[in-house]
């Protein structure tokens, strides 16, 4: 069975870093698209940007590149998303999700989301 | 960047009625359009996807067509579970951009 496991909240003061995870498992995790997903507060889905986690080809939304890195460790299978200075703005759930197939982009796999308060 | 626009942005109906969501790309794509479905408080979950393709396990009362800029979500007969927010996605290029939803609320 496919799961996608991402760490837990995250409460943080404007200007900290932060890296979140997302450990996938029940399948060969270099061999799939790993996505991540925005979602402020009673707003809609952002598609942040993708890894593929066999050659580390990472793509972003210009609306967070330079903003956030994704990055990946195919040896404990996990995915990462990280911030070198958070803003009060960055506070919302992240979303890590896995694509449907080898040769997709579109997201069959979801983890449960990871909800990250930025607040002085 | 394709930008994708979801109309209506909301909408009520009843068990049973018949719901069509329609998404418009601001330019002629692929058929790589997707379907979510996202409860409260809930993960999204892939519904459509490549615009017509039914994901395993969604029930066959939901369908997906469409090609060029604009593509459709119908469900043919609302039950009390479908109440929730569905997006559109395209998924060819960078970024696989979202529609803003659509919200399906009980009248």
């Known amino acids: 069975e496919v799961q996608l496991v991402q760490s837990g909240a995250e409460v943080k003061k404007p200007g900290e870093s932060l890296k979140i995870s997302c450990k996938g498992s029940?399948?060969?995790?270099?061999?799939?698209?790993i996505g991540w997903v925005r979602q402020m507060p009673g707003k809609g889905l952002e598609w942040m940007g993708i890894i593929y986690p066999g050659d580390s080809d990472t793509r972003y939304s210009p609306s967070f590149q330079g903003q956030v890195t994704i990055s990946a460790d195919k040896s404990i299978k996990t995915a990462y998303l990280h911030w070198s200075s958070l803003k009060a703005s960055d506070t919302a759930t992240y979303y890590c999700?896995?694509?449907?197939?080898?040769?997709?982009?579109?997201?069959?796999?979801w983890g449960q989301g990871t909800l990250v308060t930025v607040s002085s | 960047d394709i930008q994708m626009t979801q109309s209506p942005s909301s909408l009520s109906a009843s068990v049973g009625d018949r719901v069509t969501i329609t998404c418009r790309a601001s330019?002629?794509?692929?058929?790589?359009l997707n379907w979510y479905q996202q409860k409260p408080g809930k993960a999204p979950n892939l519904l459509i996807y490549?615009?017509?393709s039914l994901q395993s396990g969604v029930p066959s009362r939901f369908s997906g067509s469409g090609s060029g800029t604009n593509f459709t979500l119908t469900i043919s007969s609302l039950q009390p579970e479908d109440f929730a927010t569905y997006y559109c996605?395209?998924?060819?290029?960078?970024?696989?951009?979202f529609g803003q939803g659509t919200k399906v609320e009980i009248k």
């Open positions: 999700a896995r694509s449907k197939g080898y040769n997709n982009r579109y997201f069959g796999y």
């Open positions: 330019q002629s794509m692929s058929s790589s």
């Open positions: 490549d615009a017509s």
């Open positions: 029940g399948y060969r995790f270099s061999d799939y698209w």
């Open positions: 996605q395209e998924s060819n290029n960078t970024p696989g951009t």
